[in-house]
Every structure is written in C-alpha cells, then in structure tokens.
C-alpha cells in the first residue's frame, strides 16, 4: 500500500487530487481557457474476446499551476476474471498491431529514459497511471497527471513522431522501481498486456 500512495501522488498534482471515496476530483480552468486539448483511444482486447472500452483524456492549462493538466477518464468491459486492480499505462508507440507488443515500453521522454526490462526508471516513467478499479468484469479510472500532455511540439507531448498507446494489464502495477543493476521485477508493472488502444488527438485541438 505505501507504494501504492507514493505512486499517486506522483501523478497528481497538489490540491487537483481528491481521493475521497476512490474518486478524483479535478479543479478545472474557465470556460474559454485556449489552452484546451482533448484525446481519446478505443480500448480493444484481441481478435474473439469481448474486451473493449475507451479513454478519454483532456488537458487545460489552470491559472495557479505552472503545468497543463491532463485529466484521464477510462472505462473497460469484458476483462477476464483477475485482481480487483489493473495497471494502466500510456506506451511510446501509436500502434497495437500485429499484437499488442507494437506499443513499445512505457511512454517516457525523461532524463533516465528506459522503458525495457531492467527498467531503471519505473514507476517514474511520464506514461504511468493510477490502477484500473475493477468492479465484476469492468474497470474504470478517474484521474489526473502533470507528467505528459496532449499538445503538440511540447517536451513531454504523446503526440510525437510515432504516437502512443494505451494497454491494460492482466495484473496491478506494484510501482517498485527496479535499482541499478539488478534484473527486472517480474510482474511489477502489471504483466501480460490484455486490451490495447492507439490514442487519436480530439477534432478540437486548441481551437474552442
């Protein structure tokens, strides 16, 4: 669990986290804030299984907070049964064919950039989430995160030259960092990918 605690908060932001009874409550920025992005991804799981679901992402800018806010909204249906918590990552690849292995390691455009086993830099990789809350056999999150966002041209933008992904996992993320010079931790960043969904950027952009 102390894991678990020091993970969210890196992905969260001060006073726009709101944990109260496992939701999320953002603080949002005015209405003609022109620093507006949205995203979303088709969430599918492989060819026969009824897996499928969708993330919604949408940055603002906020007049008291130095960087953008990417607010993330997931739903999945039709996961096998397994723990009541998923790891859900963004991937460095816009691409979920010919298998899920397609989206590449976590995103992250970090100093310590590493996003294949051992990985150094895990769990501070810019693309990882809080857990998917798994309810019978739907999951869904509801959170927010300072460390990538949607608009382009930006150092930590997922819309980069190859894109990026969204994959759940079989298992939850235990967020241990692995230290130098030791193997990978098997299974602690969520095991086996299940469903996965490239990310398109929203058709309003910076335009409302």
Known sequence: MKSRSRFLIGVC???????AAGGVTIATGDDDDDARYTAEAEILGPPGSDIRGEARFEQRSLDDQPTPVVEVKVWVRGLPPGPSERAFHVHETGACEPTFAAAGGHFDTGPARNTTPPDYNHPYH????PALEVRGRTARMHGVTTRFVLQPDHATTIFDDDGASVIVHELEDRGEETPPGEPGLAGSAGGGRVACGVIEMGDDGDDD
């Open 126 to 129: 810019l693309g990882d989430l």
């Open 13 to 19: 932001l001060g006073a726009l986290c709101g944990l």
